[in-house]
């Protein structure tokens, strides 16, 4: 009896608890991007997010992707979560941990991505921000990135992101500049366009780049506080 007395008292304890857990918002994102000197160094990425909320203050975001590169074959897989806290209705800290899977041949090498990010929604302007460091087989690096969209009053929005990551003596820069529109409240196409540079001791290559995509959103405007963070995201194509 004493244990029954138990068990109930633990069930009705947790039972608030798990009811004050709930999904905030989730996107799905279909997207291509491709190089224009070379189109079959390309990439196809589908990606999607789910938010919790614990509180009015904590939440945690939970991502997964996958990405397929073309001139190099390579698949990636990446499974992510984001510590979230929200310091207000506009400004949100968190912390990041990704586990990306890439495979070639039969081959796989995984990669630790992990860091800090925070975010800051003023009016139609919203703004994105990250640190973080890459851990894998002879391949250890850093990565830092800040990007702004600003909404129109037309249902249009523009972005504009540079992503920067220094892997073992090769220099990844990206610059870009995207235009969104979106067909109905929950979903979004876009086009983007921008340059790659890589550097390396023996010289540096910079190579232009378009994309296009969709998202579809629920639950919160945005649908999830922050974007995905992988290891895939820092190049358009190879």
């Given at each position: 009896?004493?244990?029954?007395?138990?068990?109930?008292?633990?069930?009705?304890?947790?039972?608030?608890?798990?009811?004050?857990?709930?999904?905030?918002?989730?996107?799905?994102?279909?997207?291509?991007?491709?190089?224009?000197?070379?189109?079959?160094?390309?990439k196809a990425s589908v990606k999607g997010s789910v938010e919790f909320a614990f509180?009015?203050?904590?939440?945690?975001?939970?991502?997964?992707g996958a990405d397929n590169f073309g001139l190099s074959q390579v698949d990636n897989l990446s499974l992510g979560a984001h510590g979230i806290y929200h310091l207000n209705?506009?400004?949100?800290?968190?912390?990041?941990?990704?586990?990306?899977?890439?495979?070639?041949?039969?081959?796989?090498?995984?990669?630790?991505?992990f860091g800090v990010e925070a975010g800051h929604g003023a009016g139609p302007a919203d703004f994105e921000g990250y640190l973080g460091r890459i851990e894998a087989d002879g391949a250890d690096?850093?990565?830092?990135?800040?990007?702004?969209?600003?909404?129109?009053?037309?249902?249009?929005?523009?972005?504009g992101a540079i992503d920067y990551a220094d892997i073992e003596g090769l220099d990844v820069r990206t610059l870009s500049v995207r235009i969104d529109g979106d067909l109905s409240e929950n979903v979004n196409l876009f086009v983007e366009a921008g340059t790659t540079k890589l550097s390396t001791a023996g010289g540096s290559d910079s190579e232009p780049f378009v994309g296009i995509g969709g998202r579809i959103t629920f639950g919160a405007a945005r649908g999830t506080t922050f974007e995905r963070r992988s290891v895939a995201e820092l190049l358009p194509g190879f």
């Open positions: 009896m004493k244990r029954i007395l138990a068990a109930a008292l633990c069930a009705t304890s947790i039972a608030p608890a798990a009811q004050a857990i709930e999904v905030t918002g989730g996107m799905i994102e279909l997207s291509y991007s491709a190089f224009l000197d070379d189109m079959d160094a390309d509180d009015h203050v904590f939440s945690a975001q939970l991502d997964i209705q506009s400004t949100s800290v968190g912390a990041f941990y990704t586990r990306d899977s890439l495979e070639l041949a039969g081959f796989t090498d995984h990669a630790n991505y690096g850093t990565t830092i990135g800040v990007s702004g969209r600003y909404a129109m009053p037309n249902t249009l929005g523009v972005t």
